[in-house]
């Protein structure tokens, strides 16, 4: 089992970034981690005449590859202004771009952490909306980070133990659902 897991903050201090690494460690006994930051795969603004003059750009290419190389996929994301921060939302658009989409059947786990009250509960539905457009399978469980500021300790645990739980048990249902469709089975009418 191959996960990617990414963050939708680029920032090198970010609270997305700290709840990943905590979802990581839970993974990464029983899974293939694939830790990217967005930053390797950096592209430009989604510009459809530089799609049509250049195809698409190097770091949208790798981007790809890398989800197409799992079997799921972890994204811990923010939310701004209510929704799916820019850098995400550009780096899905370049990466649902043809020949291929290769969100198409995957099963995708979200997370969310905020310093407010609402643990980017708004950009986690939105990022679900799109995923699911783009035949991804994404989970119900999700792990939910409000006060994100107070909410890890020095070594980057999650302080309070209900949501060191909620992250467990989200990660293990990734995993049984992953496992369950990865496995060989009938194939599905076309
Ligand atoms: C452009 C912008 C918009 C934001 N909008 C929201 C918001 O709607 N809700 C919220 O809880 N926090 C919002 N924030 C605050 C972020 O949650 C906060 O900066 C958080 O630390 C970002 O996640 P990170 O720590 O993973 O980088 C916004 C931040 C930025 C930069």
Do not use: H
Request: glycine share 8%; net charge positive; with cysteine.
């Amino acid at each position: 089992m191959r996960i990617l897991t990414f963050a939708g903050s680029l920032r090198a201090g970010s609270f997305n970034r700290k709840l990943l690494n905590v979802a990581v460690e839970t993974l990464r006994s029983r899974a293939d981690i694939d830790l990217l930051d967005l930053r390797e795969v950096a592209m430009p603004l989604y510009d459809g005449d530089l799609e049509e003059k250049e195809g698409l750009p190097e770091g949208a290419r790798r981007f790809k590859a890398r989800i197409a190389a799992a079997d799921a996929i972890l994204i811990a994301t923010p939310e701004y202004n209510n929704s799916v921060p820019g850098p995400l939302k550009n780096a899905i658009d370049w990466a649902s771009r043809p020949p291929d989409n290769p969100f198409k059947g995957k099963v995708v786990l979200l997370m969310g952490a905020s310093p407010g009250q609402f643990g980017a509960v708004r950009g986690v539905l939105a990022v679900r909306l799109i995923l699911t457009a783009l035949s991804a399978i994404v989970i119900p469980q999700m792990g939910l980070i409000p006060r994100a500021d107070q909410a890890f300790d020095e070594a980057g645990a999650l302080k309070d133990p209900k949501s060191r739980n909620q992250v467990e048990k989200a990660c293990a249902e990734l995993l049984r659902v992953a496992a369950a469709l990865t496995a060989p089975g009938p194939e599905a009418p076309r």
